[in-house]
């Protein structure tokens, strides 16, 4: 069946260390998006990429960095530089054009210790 | 930065009851679409509107495009348990390819 796949489910990490969250897709979609949600909060768009080696940054970019090799896959590294990190991390895809429906991922709970 | 205004923020209800909840906004939007998400899952596409005044059902949903095109609402008929959940509305800015901007989120509880 197509659909977007995010792993792990569940993560833990120390501080101090940088964490790659994958997020897979089969549905040939151009654009791809990672969200970050916080208990109470509406979705915060951390990164965004319509095509394959580009990608721009969403409105909550610092501490985080992505890529794009491959039009299937969109890895966010949560990097020792956020704060913040203990959240849930949503990974989107759409066909391409910005702001249309977009199909979400089962998510990633990153906890820090 | 813009803002979608959800309300209400949670709700408490009776099963068998009908639910309202609503997104507003101060700008005019081109797209609306509702969400529904489980705990520890990712959100699921329940209906997308695309024209002012658009009104959409799916099953026991019924989702409106505000004629003003700054508002949408969701209805939900004869609320059963498998409601529960957190329901977000986002929209995509009118005359713009901006991102969608979602609302925080009306979390539903349904007592049996």
Same mark, same amino acid.
């Given at each position: 069946?197509?659909?977007?796949?995010?792993?792990?489910?569940?993560?833990?990490?120390?501080e101090?260390?940088?964490?790659?969250?994958?997020c897979?897709?089969?549905?040939?979609?151009? *654009?791809m998006?990672?969200?970050r949600?916080?208990?109470g909060?509406?979705?915060?768009?951390?990164?965004?990429?319509?095509?394959v080696n580009?990608?721009?940054?969403?409105?909550? *970019?610092?501490?985080?960095s992505?890529?794009?090799?491959?039009?299937?896959?969109?890895p966010?590294?949560?990097?020792s530089?956020?704060?913040n990190?203990?959240?849930?991390?949503?990974?989107?895809?759409? *066909?391409?054009?910005?702001g249309?429906?977009?199909?979400?991922?089962?998510?990633?709970?990153?906890?820090?210790? | 930065?813009?803002?979608?205004?959800?309300?209400?923020?949670?709700?408490?209800?009776?099963?068998?009851?009908?639910?309202?909840?609503?997104?507003?906004?101060?700008?005019?939007?081109?797209?609306?679409?509702?969400?529904?998400?489980d705990p520890?899952?990712?959100?699921?596409?329940?209906?997308?509107?695309?024209?002012?005044?658009?009104?959409?059902?799916?099953?026991?949903?019924?989702?409106? =495009?505000?004629?003003?095109r700054?508002?949408? =609402?969701?209805?939900i008929?004869?609320?059963?348990?498998?409601?529960?959940?957190?329901? =977000?509305?986002?929209?995509?800015l009118?005359?713009?390819?901006?991102?969608?901007? =979602?609302?925080?989120g009306t979390?539903?509880?349904v007592?049996?």
């Amino acid at each position: 069946d197509g659909g977007i796949t995010q792993s792990p489910k569940y993560l833990f990490r120390k501080e101090g260390q940088n964490v790659t969250l994958s997020c897979e897709q089969n549905l040939n979609h151009d *654009a791809m998006y990672w969200y970050r949600q916080d208990p109470g909060q509406g979705l915060r768009l951390i990164y965004y990429s319509q095509i394959v080696n580009d990608f721009q940054k969403g409105d909550i *970019a610092e501490g985080y960095s992505v890529s794009r090799e491959k039009k299937e896959s969109f890895p966010l590294t949560v990097t020792s530089a956020q704060k913040n990190p203990t959240a849930f991390y949503l990974c989107a895809s759409n *066909a391409g054009a910005l702001g249309g429906e977009l199909f979400f991922g089962e998510g990633s709970r990153l906890t820090v210790l | 930065g813009q803002q979608l205004n959800q309300s209400p923020q949670s709700m408490f209800i009776q099963e068998g009851e009908d639910v309202s909840m609503n997104c507003t906004s101060s700008s005019i939007f081109n797209t609306w679409l509702w969400y529904k998400q489980d705990p520890g899952e990712g959100p699921v596409l329940l209906i997308a509107l695309y024209k002012a005044g658009e009104l959409t059902s799916n099953g026991r949903l019924t989702a409106q =495009f505000g004629i003003t095109r700054k508002d949408s =609402f969701l209805n939900i008929s004869a609320s059963i348990p498998s409601d529960v959940g957190i329901y =977000f509305c986002a929209g995509q800015l009118g005359g713009s390819q901006g991102n969608l901007i =979602f609302g925080k989120g009306t979390k539903l509880s349904v007592k049996p």
